[in-house]
């Protein structure tokens, strides 16, 4: 695995969050910040439909591929070795077999949490 990340041959397929749509048209957004431009872009529009995706299991098999599996639309983000070393030490944080330290992180850092999307 550490040698694919060296190379830069380790991505991630990211899938869209929400899926905005109207009566003319679809939008699938990959942040927030994208959610909120694309609602005030809709201000006027009726029958605006939000959907929330939590996982992939929650997408058709049609809009998996329209969005994340396609290479013609899809985005893949680089997984670099500073990304495995901090998913690594917050993996082993969150599920690992040390209560106190897990529960003093959580103790710290639960007030300044912004995205629990991991």
């Known amino acids: 695995m550490v040698e694919l990340i060296n190379h830069g041959h380790l991505f ?6 929400y899926r905005i749509k109207t009566n ?3 939008r699938w957004v990959y942040s927030e910040q994208e959610r909120e ?4 872009k809709l201000k006027g529009a009726k029958k605006v439909a939000l959907q929330r995706y939590k996982g992939l299991g929650e997408m058709s098999a049609e809009q998996l591929w329209e969005t994340t599996m396609n290479p013609a639309a899809r985005t893949l983000l680089t997984v670099s070795v500073d990304d495995a070393a901090k998913a690594d030490w917050i993996f082993h944080m969150l599920m690992g077999g ?3 330290p897990r529960k003093a992180f959580i103790q710290a ?8 999307d991991i």
């Open 37 to 40: 431009e694309e609602l005030r």
């Open 12 to 17: 991630i397929a990211q899938p869209p969050l």
């Open 109 to 116: 850092h639960a007030k300044s949490v912004r995205n629990l």
């Open 24 to 26: 003319k048209l679809q």
């Open 98 to 100: 040390e209560v106190p």
